[in-house]
T-cell receptor, first 117, second 118 residues
Framework: NAGVMQNPRHLVRRRGQEARLRCSPMKGHSHVYWYRQLPEEGLKFMVYLQKENIIDESGMPKERFSAEFPKEGPSILRIQQVVRGDSAAYFC???????????????FGPGTRLTVT | AQTVTQSQPEMSVQEAETVTLSCTYDTSESNYYLFWYKQPPSRQMILVIRQEAYKQQNATENRFSVNFQKAAKSFSLKISDSQLGDTAMYFC???????????????FGTGTLLAVQP
């Protein structure tokens, strides 16, 4: 049973380019979360998606960042016109809603380390 | 808004000894969940242990246990018989339960880097 997959593991972009980060949740999981870890800091919530819907994007920067989780295929975090401050590790987590529980355990992928030069 | 504080940026322990990592949090919720995650040099986030706030009994997972003090809003992690493989960054995290529109997002502390010395 494969875990959460993220690719690429490492991504280098020049300032002004676009970065696309992909996340394939665990089999059967329909909820995806994206977190960002800046150097020397903890993870910070960015966005929460269910299939074809953005549920909570309160942690997403207002400009240049977008996320989607289509009916088919992986979830994508897209960063347009990257700047040096976007250099960070981006983690995806997935969860499977279970009836009768009020919290859904999140399983993390290995992360994508984005470096902007 | 909820916050999580880890006041020990770095700690060191000898192999086979016991170490305790501190975590405090701030919330007005009465029901919530607390977690400890481990991040080794590979950067993979690994769930170590989880505690439901409505449970009085402290959670235990093999060599890992917590001391949950709800009134003090404290959630420390004790690692017994420390092993070299325990060397990692440890993050404390808070989650509101999924009612009233909460989205189960995790709120992390800044982490404690634990080094286990041979």
């Amino acid at each position: 049973n494969a875990g959460v997959m993220q690719n690429p593991r490492h991504l280098v972009r020049r300032r002004g380019q676009e970065a696309r980060l992909r996340c394939s949740p665990m089999k059967g999981h329909s909820h995806v979360y994206w977190y960002r870890q800046l150097p020397e800091e903890g993870l910070k919530f960015m966005v929460y998606l269910q299939k074809e819907n953005i549920i909570d994007e309160s942690g997403m920067p207002k400009e240049r960042f977008s996320a989607e989780f289509p009916k088919e295929g992986p979830s994508i975090l897209r960063i347009q016109q990257v700047v040096r401050g976007d250099s960070a590790a981006y983690f995806c987590a997935s969860s499977l809603p279970r009836s009768g529980t009020l919290t859904y355990e999140q399983y993390f992928g290995p992360g994508t380390r984005l470096t902007v030069t | 808004a909820q916050t999580v504080t880890q006041s020990q940026p770095e700690m060191s322990v000898q192999e086979a000894e016991t170490v305790t990592l501190s975590c405090t949090y701030d919330t007005s919720e009465s029901n919530y969940y607390l977690f400890w995650y481990k991040q080794p040099p590979s950067r993979q986030m690994i769930l170590v242990i989880r505690q439901e706030a409505y449970k009085q009994q402290n959670a235990t997972e093999n060599r890992f246990s917590v001391n949950f003090q709800k009134a003090a809003k404290s959630f420390s992690l004790k690692i017994s018989d420390s092993q070299l493989g325990d060397t990692a960054m440890y993050f404390c995290a808070f989650m509101k339960p999924n009612y009233g529109g909460a989205t189960n997002k995790l709120i992390f502390g800044t982490g404690t880097l634990l080094a286990v010395q041979p």
